[in-house]
């Protein structure tokens, strides 16, 4: 059987497959910068006997071609870039460019999808259709990598009819994938109110206008929006993480600066939300007679995991890992430019779990601990070339 045979080749290539997760960990790259991590994919992939393209700049890809490679294209996604977190595990491949980190697990990411590529191209005569590799850059910095390659024709020639996505998940356990349908990740907007008032001596405020007080007035009064404006029934997040004022116990500041996130999961709701959040702002400086001036970076869309692409590929790893092992997931109010492509043609973003008690790999994404438990490559790569051979068989 052709599934034997794909969880054969993972099982094979499973060391070449770490050696790859390794390398690209001790040699991460932040965002728009992957120069080197280009190069090392395309070495591999053209080793394998692929053509690959650039794309986006940093970005690659490439077509495995089965019998009959016009019948139908799905595509499969890895992103591989890194973060600006300095790293502290004690590990053998740990990061050798300080102050940059792969620790959201682009780097597994990438490794498996060359993985998923070796296996593809090994048995491209056991299956119909074609199969489209993207290895994409920018996933962690607007405007998204995603955006771009999406606007430099990614999904054309050919089109792919659905694209899957693989995210690692130190939640779950090692040998445990997750999935859901329908809303899974949140819009991501940031927001930067700059807050402009009258400074002067902390001793007469009444010579002043105090933009320290105007802004905690409206941070305390955006809330409401979330409270008063969304349904209960719709996540919304609004979180302002920065404030800055530079005066001093005694110094009222001309100015002060506060920056946040505003996190939604329907984009007619988000675009209502970020009105309000401007309006609000702006009506209340104004009121205690300051300035509040709003600049809204626009983020990514929220994404929708197609509800039968996601049913199928879900019922594919149940097949290769055993129905005990699939599980399903919650939504979240982080956020993946995966859902451009969500926003274009049928996608479904899936979890692969990472996790070890064990073994203390328990660390989350976006931390300086981050790690992952190795044996989940092993199982990913194989998993991702069975689930794109089983999509390109439905009609």
């Known amino acids: 059987m052709l599934i034997a045979k794909i969880k054969s080749?993972?099982?094979?290539?499973?060391?070449?497959?770490?050696?790859?997760?390794?390398?690209?960990?001790?040699?991460?790259?932040?965002?728009?910068?992957?120069?080197?991590?280009?190069?090392?994919?395309?070495?591999?992939?053209?080793?394998?006997?692929?053509?690959?393209?650039?794309?986006?700049?940093?970005?690659?890809?490439?077509?495995?071609?089965?019998?009959?490679?016009?019948?139908?294209?799905?595509?499969?996604?890895?992103?591989?870039?890194?973060?600006?977190?300095?790293?502290?595990?004690?590990?053998?491949?740990?990061?050798?460019?300080?102050?940059?980190?792969?620790?959201?697990?682009?780097?597994?990411?990438?490794?498996?999808?060359?993985?998923?590529?070796?296996?593809?191209?090994?048995?491209?005569?056991?299956?119909?259709?074609?199969?489209?590799?993207?290895?994409?850059?920018?996933?962690?910095?607007?405007?998204?990598?995603?955006?771009?390659?999406?606007?430099?024709?990614?999904?054309?020639?050919?089109?792919?009819?659905?694209?899957?996505?693989?995210?690692?998940?130190?939640?779950?356990?090692?040998?445990?994938?997750?999935?859901?349908?329908g809303k899974y990740m949140a819009s991501s907007d940031e927001i930067y109110l700059k807050v402009i008032g009258k400074g002067g001596h902390g001793a007469t405020p009444e010579l002043t206008i105090d933009p320290v007080v105007i802004a905690s007035h409206i941070i305390i009064a955006l809330q409401q929006v979330i409270s008063r404006n969304a349904s209960p029934k719709q996540p919304t997040v609004l979180t302002f993480g920065k404030i800055t004022a530079n005066g001093a116990t005694n110094i009222i500041p001309d100015e002060v600066n506060i920056a946040g996130t505003f996190r939604a999961l329907d984009e007619t709701w988000r675009a209502d939300g970020l009105t309000k959040i401007k309006k609000m702002a702006e009506g209340i400086a104004e009121g205690m007679g300051g300035k509040c001036e709003v600049d809204i970076h626009h983020g990514y869309p929220y994404l929708e995991n197609n509800a039968q692409l996601t049913q199928r590929i879900k019922q594919a790893a149940a097949e290769y890992v055993g129905a005990e092992n699939v599980v399903d997931i919650d939504l979240t109010l982080g956020s993946e430019d995966f859902a451009y492509y969500s926003q274009i043609i049928p996608a479904s973003f899936y979890r692969l779990g990472t996790r070890n008690e064990a073994k203390g790999i328990t660390s989350y994404v976006h931390t300086p601990t981050f790690d992952i438990d190795e044996n989940a490559l092993s199982i990913a790569p194989g998993l991702m070339a069975w689930m794109a051979i089983t999509e390109l068989t439905n009609k």
């Open 9 to 181: 080749l993972s099982n094979q290539y499973a060391a070449e497959v770490v050696s790859f997760r390794r390398y690209l960990h001790a040699n991460p790259e932040l965002s728009y910068q992957e120069v080197n991590t280009a190069k090392f994919i395309t070495e591999k992939l053209i080793r394998f006997g692929l053509t690959p393209t650039s794309m986006a700049g940093t970005g690659v890809v490439a077509l495995i071609e089965g019998k009959n490679p016009s019948t139908k294209t799905i595509a499969l996604r890895a992103d591989i870039d890194a973060l600006p977190i300095t790293e502290q595990n004690t590990v053998d491949y740990k990061s050798s460019n300080p102050g940059v980190m792969h620790a959201c697990g682009h780097d597994v990411h990438t490794s498996s999808l060359l993985g998923t590529a070796k296996i593809l191209h090994t048995i491209k005569d056991q299956f119909e259709g074609s199969i489209k590799l993207i290895f994409q850059p920018g996933e962690e910095k607007n405007p998204g990598g995603a955006s771009i390659m999406i606007k430099e024709g990614v999904l054309k020639n050919p089109a792919p009819s659905s694209i899957i996505g693989q995210h690692v998940f130190p939640l779950l356990p090692v040998g445990k994938i997750g999935f859901r349908e």
